[in-house]
């Protein structure tokens, strides 16, 4: 069965710095990862994902993320954030091999405050 | 395109009522989700559809909880009779079908359930 762990429910960030949101996730066959972002009062939406290919993902927002299948892990990077950037941050995987390869299991999410 | 349509957008019930919640998903969808998104965690997903045929519904309490999707198009889930614990974010997203990567998710905004 897939598992995904958000190591961090909240981190807080200055407004122009960087930011690492962590995700490790587990299954025994190989995955899609995602990352959706919800900001307030809103629903969740794509920032981006890893397929296949290069290992660096290129999303929205200047978002990126790195699938790293030693560490089994996907982590979420920006190199400056701004104020707008604040939102919950949900890692997810798909198993790409299955019967239903469209059912998408959530991290508990990890919730971005920027400080001014 | 017009984005996955929740109603309500709030409800508030006494436990041991029923309530009804209802979503509209993007046209031409044939795949449609309803996730539980209680305080602090993931999206937990409690049903899927393809067409209208139940594709997963391993995490629906079925004593209590009930889903359809007539004609393939509108679904509406119930709970009856609700418990304190039912209190959460009910989120319903819909894609195209098939593999998760190559169809990403849609969310609606979500009906937010408190039960008194």
């Known amino acids: 069965a897939q598992s995904v762990t958000q190591l961090d429910s909240q981190v807080p960030v200055f407004e122009e710095a960087p930011v690492e949101l962590r995700c490790n996730y587990s299954?025994?066959?190989?995955?899609?990862l995602f990352w959706y972002v919800q900001y307030p009062n809103q629903g969740l939406q794509l920032l981006l994902k890893y397929l296949s290919g290069s290992t660096l993902v290129k999303g929205i927002n200047g978002f990126e993320a790195e699938f790293n299948k030693s560490q089994t892990s996907f982590h979420l990077r920006k190199p400056s954030v701004h104020i707008s950037d604040t939102a919950e941050y949900f890692c997810?995987?798909?198993?790409?091999?299955?019967?239903?390869?469209?059912?998408?299991?959530f991290g508990k999410g990890t919730r971005l405050h920027i400080l001014p | 395109e017009a984005g996955v349509a929740q109603s309500p957008r709030y409800k508030i019930i006494e436990k041991r009522q029923s309530v009804a919640f209802w979503c509209n998903p993007i046209s031409g969808h044939a795949t449609l989700y309803w996730y539980q998104q209680i305080l602090g965690q993931g999206p937990k997903l409690l049903i899927q559809?393809?067409?209208?045929?139940?594709?997963?519904d391993s995490q629906l309490p079925k004593d209590r909880f009930s889903a359809e999707r007539l004609k393939g198009v509108d679904s509406t889930l119930k709970i009856q009779p609700a418990k304190l614990e039912d209190s959460a974010v009910y989120l319903c997203?819909?894609?195209?079908?098939?593999?998760?990567?190559?169809?990403?998710?849609?969310f609606g905004n979500g009906t937010r359930l408190t039960v008194t």
């Open positions: 559809f393809q067409n209208n045929g139940v594709v997963d």
């Open positions: 997810a995987v798909s198993d790409r091999w299955g019967l239903r390869d469209d059912k998408i299991i």
């Open positions: 299954s025994s066959v190989s995955v899609y």
């Open positions: 997203a819909s894609n195209k079908g098939g593999a998760a990567g190559y169809s990403p998710l849609h």
